[in-house]
């Protein structure tokens, strides 16, 4: 019964910002790596940010100085912290867990930036 649920999405003005929550359950959460991906009208889905078992954390080039990710071992969450967000940042979020072989999706919110 593992489960991850986002939350936090919504529609936000250019320059705006938005947190994502998401909160995992059914799995051991601070042996995970957690992570944030993203996926676009048309686009691959692609990695945005990661913060792994022992807190190092690594963003993609696009987000890097707007977003960050953060983990809460005793709440079982992670969030994403978007700041200055842009319409190019429109896309489905998705949260993921990772331990060894074993990975885990969450079902995806939809954030919207208008220009």
């Known amino acids: 019964q593992v489960q991850l649920v986002e939350s936090g999405g919504g529609l936000v003005q250019a320059g705006g910002s938005l947190r994502l929550s998401c909160s995992a359950s059914g799995i051991s959460f601070s042996n995970f790596a957690m992570g944030w991906y993203r996926q676009a009208p048309g686009k691959q889905r692609e990695q945005g940010a990661t913060v792994t078992s022992g807190g190092f954390t690594n963003y993609a080039d696009s987000v890097k100085g707007r977003f960050t990710i953060s983990r809460d071992n005793g709440k079982n969450t992670v969030y994403l912290q978007m700041n200055s967000l842009k319409p190019e940042d429109t896309a489905v979020y998705y949260c993921?867990?990772?331990?060894?072989?074993?990975?885990?999706w969450g079902q995806g919110t939809q954030v919207t930036v208008s220009s």
């Open positions: 993921r867990g990772t331990r060894w072989i074993n990975g885990y």
